[in-house]
């Protein structure tokens, strides 16, 4: 069974930086491509960044040079390291696996609040 | 800036059938941007409905179906159910690896 569970939120100041995981189970995380999703309070969904399985890595422009999207196969675990974080990062952060162009499994989520 | 719009809001009487859209602000929707579809209940993550443009997702009862209708994306919803009343998301995937989500439709079914 695919299962993707996120941890790491929290509140954090900012400025600050934050990593969140996405543990994944059922599949191989490193032959497939991963993403990052997220839903401030109240909005809709935005993407954020995707890993492809040779490793290529794409952003939103709101994130680019900020975020930075990895993934350990060992642990079968992809991360989402945030840096400067800003008032406006604050959201529920999704993982998801993607799968003919879509995203096919999600997590449950983990709530980054950025406030001072 | 590519935007991706959905109607904000859409109602539909129980049993009833509703259409929803998710088009480009420039250009056409096609089945070259592989339109997916989202349903989400408050407090739950998103549930993929529809990928692939028309390809139903295991397990998504086949009263949910998706198409291109003219210049936009359509999800359409066949015999309207109560618990359908959530909020749903279609994407577009851009090419070069980027995704754009639509702002989402609030159903009502009532």
């Known amino acids: 069974e695919v299962q993707l569970v996120e941890s790491g939120g929290g509140l954090i100041q900012p400025g600050g930086s934050l990593r969140l995981s996405c543990a994944a189970s059922g599949f191989i995380v490193s032959s497939n491509y991963m993403s990052w999703v997220r839903q401030a309070p109240g909005k809709g969904l935005e993407w954020v960044s995707v890993?492809?399985?040779?490793?290529?890595?794409y952003y939103a422009d709101s994130v680019k040079g900020r975020f930075t999207i990895s993934r350990d196969s060992s642990k079968n675990t992809v991360y989402l390291q945030m840096n400067s974080l800003r008032v406006e990062d604050t959201a529920v952060y999704y993982c998801?696996?993607?799968?003919?162009?879509?995203?096919?499994?999600w997590g449950q989520g983990a709530l980054v609040t950025v406030s001072s | 800036q590519t935007v991706v719009t959905q109607e904000p809001s859409f109602s539909v009487s129980p049993g009833g059938t509703v259409t929803l859209t998710c088009a480009l602000s420039?250009?056409?929707?096609?089945?070259?941007?592989?339109p997916s579809w989202y349903q989400q209940t408050p407090g739950q993550a998103p549930r993929t409905l529809i990928h692939s443009t028309d390809t139903r997702s295991s397990g998504v009862p086949d009263r949910f179906s998706g198409s291109i209708l003219g210049n936009k994306a359509a999800l359409t919803i066949t015999g309207a159910q109560a618990d359908d009343e959530s909020d749903y998301y279609c994407v577009l995937y851009m090419g070069s690896g980027i995704w754009v989500f639509g702002g989402g439709t609030k159903l009502t079914v009532l």
């Open positions: 420039s250009g056409s929707v096609s089945t070259s941007y592989n």
């Open positions: 998801a696996r993607v799968n003919f162009r879509s995203f096919d499994f």
């Open positions: 890993i492809y399985s040779s490793g290529t890595t």
